[in-house]
């Protein structure tokens, strides 16, 4: 099993940042990708943005520009630097890995962090 704890949510105003964290209970190289999904009330789940194994990133056309996806291989983290936050942006984020087949295979989620933004 994979366990994922994520942090850094809260309540910020308009323009302001916030740091998402995604803490993996094993060796972030047993990752194919990592990424943040966000569900805002009422909408699908989407795909925020996301990092593969080789450092490729892919972000949603909505957050280019203003978020930044990272990880630290030591401390088995992926990050999401949020600037200039938008009221759009309010949403529960969830942290995502997909871990490769030669180490099991499977679809891992963390327990979701709330991000509000609002004045």
């Known amino acids: 099993q994979v366990q994922l704890v994520e942090s850094g949510g809260g309540l910020v105003q308009p323009g302001g940042s916030l740091r998402l964290s995604c803490a993996a209970s094993?060796?972030?190289?047993?990752?194919?990708?990592m990424g943040w999904y966000r569900r805002a009330p009422g909408e699908t789940r989407e795909l925020v943005a996301e990092?593969?194994?080789?450092?490729?990133?892919n972000y949603a056309d909505s957050v280019k520009g203003r978020f930044t996806i990272t990880r630290d291989n030591v401390k088995n983290t992926v990050y999401l630097q949020m600037n200039s936050l938008k009221p759009e942006d309010t949403a529960v984020y969830h942290c995502?890995?997909?871990?490769?087949?030669?180490?099991?295979?499977?679809?891992?989620w963390g327990q979701g962090t709330q991000v509000t933004v609002s004045s």
């Open positions: 995502n890995v997909v871990r490769k087949s030669d180490y099991g295979g499977g679809i891992y």
């Open positions: 094993i060796s972030i190289f047993n990752f194919y990708v």
């Open positions: 990092i593969h194994s080789g450092g490729i990133t």
